[in-house]
Structure formats: structure tokens, C-alpha cells
């Protein structure tokens, strides 16, 4: 089995500030994760992905990811929030073992706001 | 030049009523989804179609049928629809099979559907 938990369903940050979403997952066997983001009327994007290579993922738009075994946690970060990553982001787990192989869970999703 | 496009992108309807949703990607994937975004955001899975055929099927009631015309094209039809059907459903696709390491899903906007 397997799930995530994004610890925050709202974070508010300003221009120029960091960005931290936070991620938590569960899996019974070693997983790949991902990143999407989702801008209002708009499918999934997908922002970047892990997949057993290394551990600090970087992605599109400045964004990035540690993947940290001993936390279950594969937290996004960027380093300076621009006010186009205003959009809903999900983090999603995807099943590498059992009867789920290749399942995507997605947690409930984080809306990020960027004020001026 | 749309990736994966579906139509309509809204939809509203009564009760009782049957509708579709059409799904369709230019990428040349084998593989379509369909997903159900609920009022919390959740995304779950619904169906996954790999060549035409089905290979997920989740415990969807009966009243959701997947057609897969061709490997383009993906289509959702609901029969009967009832009040608990309003959410979003979003189609993806993929290439290859999911145990590839590399494998990752291309989404479309949404429909997003209300039933009164």
C-alpha cells in the first residue's frame, strides 16, 4: 500500500522569498515521486520526478526536490518564489512493487500564493 | 498543438441524464487514463487503457464506460448520472509500460462536470 501527505494545504509566501512544500509518503516498496502543478484551468504539469538515480532532483521553472529515505519525505523547494508559481501543486507516489505497480496516489494537493 | 485535449471543459447536466467525455492525445502514446478529481482535490484513478484494451479498472460503478476507439483516443461515457458524479475528470497519457523507471504521465486540463 501506499500514500502521501502534503503537510500544508496552503502556503503564502512573497516575491523573491523561498518556496517550501512539503511532501510526505508511505510505500511498502522503494518508490518513484513526483511533482505536478496545476494552474487554474489547466492539466497537470509535471515539475519533476524521482526515480532511484539521485537524491536532489532538480526541475522546471527553478524548482527542485530531495528525495530523504530516513524522513519518507520529498520535500519542493525553490529558492526565490516568482508570481507565476502561483498554481496548486501535488505530490504523487507512484507504486514500484506489489499489485499496485505503476499506480499513481496523489495527495490532496498544496495552493501556493505569491503576493507583490 | 495540444498535447492531450479533452472536450468538452465544462459540463452541465441533470440527474438522470447520460453524457461523454472525449479524451484525445497527438504524443503517440500506448497508454490512456482517466482520473476523478473529487471536491477535496483527491485524484484517483479510474481506468488505464494500453492499446485499446483495459488494464485498470477501479472500483468505478458501472455507469462509467471507457471506449477506446484507437490508440488516440480515449472516451469516458456516463449513464444515469447522479449528484455525486460532479467533479473534475482528467485524461492522461503515457508511453511504454509503467515499469519503466522513466515512465510519466501527460495530463489534460479537465472537464469539469456538474450535476444538478
Known amino acids: 500500500a501506499q500514500s502521501v501527505t502534503q503537510l500544508d494545504s496552503h502556503v503564502s509566501v512573497s516575491e523573491g522569498t523561498p518556496v517550501l512544500l512539503r511532501c510526505n509518503y508511505s510505500?511498502?516498496?522503494?518508490?518513484?515521486l513526483f511533482w505536478y502543478v496545476q494552474h487554474p484551468n489547466k492539466g497537470l504539469q509535471l515539475l519533476l520526478k524521482y526515480t532511484s538515480a539521485a537524491t536532489l532532483v532538480k526541475g522546471i521553472n527553478g524548482f527542485e526536490a530531495e528525495f530523504k529515505k530516513s524522513e519518507t519525505s520529498f520535500h519542493l523547494t525553490k529558492p526565490s518564489a516568482h508570481m507565476s508559481d502561483a498554481a496548486e501543486y501535488f505530490c504523487v507516489v507512484r507504486a514500484r512493487g506489489g499489485t499496485s505497480y505503476g499506480k499513481l496516489t496523489f495527495g490532496q494537493g498544496t495552493i501556493l500564493t505569491v503576493h507583490p | 498543438d495540444t498535447a492531450v485535449s479533452q472536450t468538452p471543459k465544462y459540463l452541465v447536466t441533470q440527474m438522470g441524464n447520460d453524457k461523454s467525455i472525449k479524451c484525445e492525445q497527438n504524443?503517440?502514446?500506448?497508454?490512456m487514463y482517466w482520473y476523478k478529481q473529487d471536491s477535496k482535490k483527491f485524484l484517483k484513478i479510474m481506468f488505464s487503457y494500453n492499446n485499446k484494451e483495459l488494464i485498470i479498472n477501479e472500483t468505478v460503478p458501472n455507469r462509467f464506460s471507457p471506449k477506446s476507439p484507437d490508440k488516440a483516443h480515449l472516451n469516458l461515457h456516463i449513464n444515469s448520472l447522479e449528484l455525486g458524479d460532479s467533479a473534475v475528470y482528467f485524461c492522461?497519457?503515457?508511453?511504454?509500460?509503467?515499469?519503466?523507471?522513466?515512465?510519466?504521465?501527460?495530463f489534460g486540463p479537465g472537464t469539469r462536470l456538474t450535476v444538478t
Open positions: 504524443l503517440g502514446h500506448d497508454t
Open positions: 510505500s511498502s516498496y522503494s518508490p518513484s
Open positions: 492522461a497519457s503515457s508511453q511504454g509500460s509503467e515499469y519503466r523507471d522513466n515512465y510519466e504521465q501527460y
